[in-house]
């Protein structure tokens, strides 16, 4: 069992705050652009679509269980691996658990999910279910699951490792990769093409902010969607001007 | 491929109203009273649920996507039928995509969305995911889906026609079907029996709210729900008189 | 076809109020305690998640329809089993219907609802769907369903028995059995055991309540959760100022 | 719990015969000629496609388990369903399983079927699992099922009625229901037009071996299939000839 | 409804020798190595494993049915589209129904597929369900279908289109589209590279023969699979000996 | 990314031989007994059910890939998880793979079995899919697969990690487990049980085959399965007497 290698999260200030301004939609179409076909993390829902979630994947792999192993109620916090992920993760991180997609118990609950918040993390994905959602509801912390369940995890859960790639919804998730969530879900982008995809994401929103403007007013979406050089001179004008205005 | 035949709408204002009153499970009853049994289109979701939805169908299909078709990410407003369709659909018009239940990428986005609302359109219906969900929940325009996915279409798809007969929700729908949503999901009522279903399904609901008014008073349903001839008595006395007050 | 045996119902109105003020995980908990593994219907929400529901199951088991059965569009109230289950279930118990998971036509309606909610019933549990969904929004009364289907339930379901042993979201129900609900779902519990995972689970969260507030005042996990002998000290202590101050 | 009425099971040896010999296809599109859309058991797959099977319905019906019933390893053939059904099933019948289309565990064994099998049955279905299945393919007993698995029942099932109404994949299956097997698969016919449904059946095979000589001598479908006046006036020369020659 | 355009097919002998001595394996690694990821129909089954298909695509696309379009038990050749296809159906080419991968009714049967054979057709593909299934298996036509099922198909399918790109098995199919079929399913490959992709699969394939005796023989699969450039200069001796040998 | 531990394999030549002449059926019934609910792979299907298999698991884990990482077509022996498996499984060993039930591309093909084989392992078993099954039929090696898929398995998969805890068709399997084939499908023993298993569950197939031989010469189930007192003595002097034949 792998329970991972030193992680270096060095994404500028700048390109946090850009991400958590730009739509996981805009998001997987820069990723797209770069080749990247699969990176949205498919089935799953926000417990709280209100929030914004930008950090770096911390993950939990969960096996099925077995009647020799694990099969606790009450977990050991010195040997049970996602006992040890919980006071292991750390500031900026998001806990990726992959729960293959079963949802016929819990893979977390809220009391471990207040001490990842406490120990800094920015948020919790899981392609299971969660216990305790009601409480979630409440909780100032971006969570994103596939389903409630009331059940505790150890009935049909084993944890095995923590920050190795494991998949989660559909998508692969390498520890450290940046995560991104909204309302809508959750989009994972390599770490090294963070920035530039930002950046990028940044700029499609600003392009599309005035595309949609101008379908608002009765355009056609013809030479506007996507614009054409006539439309692209009118962007930077515009573009111009709000720059002047501000 | 086939873009379709010229399109009769001819539905009168009072029965518009009348179906736009009337809840889908009644319809659905009034349309199985006649033999249908499949009209309702299964597992969508309504992403405003507080607004109603009447008008009739143009249908847009899609085939999974190729390398060697419609691959890009950037769309040709003059080839891509998707495209096609935006710019031809036309007042009263509900935009029905058969996605073939695929959610693994969008079948269509928010900003073309705003385009066929301002053509007149009066909603849209997929059976596939849709992209830019949160700001699809701000917008006035009654739209039905199966899922939120933040990946652009063309990913999975390939649109092929436009205005041909689909599967919907394992529903069929014919162009210039009238298609009816509510806070349940979305009917499908064939052309021309439109009017006597709004008719009927008008009379039936005012006979279920004097049901219901008589249940929530202490009756028992023998008798009343169905309601035998005494009940049915009753209620034209009650009908006649609510005339009279009114 | 059995439709049940008299039912006694003896619940302590302390245990009552002890189930309704009790989560459906910690309850889960306590009966996996006790060896039980799968007692939380699986793949259902919460029409009324703001709700809470206590009651005794009484049972209505569906079979698929066929043509030669029960297939008609208005139903007779003295011999189908589902209007007789309506005027059969009592105070205090809750409605939970065996749909075999189907959720391509309704299993109940608002009528029936309105009418078991007049009788005293707590509840109502289907694994499959409900019509009418938008008044049941609306009605104070806990409803619990896999999916909303405007369809009446004729299309697809023949009701054959009450107050059997069904299966309901793939859990055993067995009638008499307590059956608790809140906003994540609705756990089975055998009647016989019913106070005293009542007590047990109430005390299970006074003692997670403590747990809490020490993670959320920064504490690991270790040493708290699962609670050491002195946390567990420290748990009597303030659990005894606890009582002072009130 | 019921455990069944006393059956009457009187078609006539020559039916019985005739339907030995239609496959299962004829008898399902006689059945839609009387407006029985749904009466082929979806899912399963024969285990001896090489032996035909015909008997009247003897179901069984599985709940899920739960901890508290049934949960043991060896079972008690004085209160366990699924044995009291082993011992009462009869000449000519055929065991049906209602297992909700659940194949985590199985739902029947070698060992009991060998035992039915002397009793008299005429065959085994089920919309669950079976063990045993290499002992099963040895055995000349007809026997439909979804999947193999080695667990043993009780791990998943609990046995509670038998001969009341069930499913059994995805149709009704009634108690004396004539059952048909070939090696597509199973048909539900109900007992009082089983007599006329194989009659038909009979008529419609000997219909469709005239036109498939043609079609395969190189005739277009047209006027052929369906056959035309002309067509049928050939048929039934081709019939009387027939009927001179044997 | 389209009934499509004139099909030119005008591959080569050698071509479809080539393709039908050529696993699908193999061919869709050719069509990977040309960027198309998702070519191989999936979730189908061989009723014929023991025949080789190579043809052109002729496609026939299945919507729902309703009760006011196609529901009859006898069809109209004249109108009936699933009829017009079985009579225009031309020499070399291979039936593709799009049957949504609905599989609770087939979606065609024996005696038109016989007919279909007769017209030369080279075989037959649905991701729906046939019956007939056991005359399917003692017919000399290469067949590939999801399921069977005994129900005919105007129960759940309208023919709505022929010769109009369709989804089959999840994979887009377009008319004329070559469509090789072997034990292990079918591939599709656009016509435009079906002539390149033949012979680069079958350089492919003999290269595979000599890797394969290699690890036969004990190699270790380092250098040989993919081979370096010693193997590969082994490879051309080999294949220089193999030439002079025959 | 852990490559796992040495790896000690002790069962003793008996045992494994008892292994491979007793049931997967009968072993899953002792691991039940000693409290194991699921260790029986589901929804497998052997390729070879004519072979048996006994070995232990040397596992092999795959995740969702992406374009970033392993995207080739040709495989880089010196650093593919996969390639690096193929080299590394020794003699006795079955390679078990966890390629997340997902079926949409293969995830091991033949030349590599081939490989493994001659590497002395003693068998193959896949949650996913398999390409080149056709070769697979024909080849001295127990395979077990979900389904056939042409495609290579790159497409879908990127190998991550060997002998590491892995889920495999739902089930738990543990580098060094016990796995054991038969025509029904794969079940895991846990290595320190497995020499008890095998020698109970050889106890218990003499039993059956007595029981057996009972009930086909009429008797009933009733004190013979389960055996009672009168039953199991019958037994002990059967088997006496078995001994002195031989």
Chains 1, 2, 3, 4, 5, 6 share one sequence.
């Not at 998001?94 to 609950?109: C, N, Q």
């Not at 299971?128 to 369940?149: C, N, Q, S, V």
């Not at 392009?207 to 949609?212: A, D, H, K, P, Y």
Request: proline letters at 5%; aromatic letters at 8%.
């Amino acid at each position: 069992m792998a329970y991972g290698a030193p992680r270096t999260h060095d994404l500028s200030p700048a390109t946090f705050e850009k991400l958590r301004q730009t739509s996981t939609a805009t998001l997987t179409s820069q990723l797209l652009k770069r080749g990247f076909r699969n990176v949205f993390l498919g089935g799953l829902q926000a417990l709280r679509p209100d929030l914004r979630m930008v950090g770096y994947a911390f993950t939990l792999r969960y096996a099925p269980t077995r009647e020799d192993v694990g099969f606790e109620v009450e977990y050991d916090n010195e040997t049970n691996v996602q006992r040890l992920a919980v006071e292991a993760i750390g500031e900026d991180e998001v806990l990726v658990i992959d729960a293959r997609g079963e949802t016929r118990a819990a893979s977390f609950g809220h009391i471990l999910a207040t001490r990842i918040k406490n120990r800094g993390a920015a948020g919790l994905v899981s392609d299971g279910a969660l216990r305790d959602t009601p409480a979630f509801r409440e909780m100032e912390f971006p969570t994103y699951i596939k389903a409630p369940h009331a059940t505790t995890s150890s009935v049909v859960h084993y944890p095995v490792d923590m920050n190795v790639p494991v998949g989660c919804g559909g998508v692969l998730v390498m520890p450290g990769d940046v995560v991104v969530g909204d309302a809508e879900g959750v989009v994972v982008i390599p770490a090294r093409i963070a920035e530039s995809v930002a950046q990028d994401a940044f700029e499609q929103e600003l392009l599309e902010e005035f595309v949609l403007s101008k379908v608002r007013a009765g355009s056609s979406i013809k030479g506007v969607y996507p614009p054409d050089e006539k439309t692209l001179a009118e962007y930077s004008e515009w573009r111009r001007r709000s720059g002047e205005d501000s």
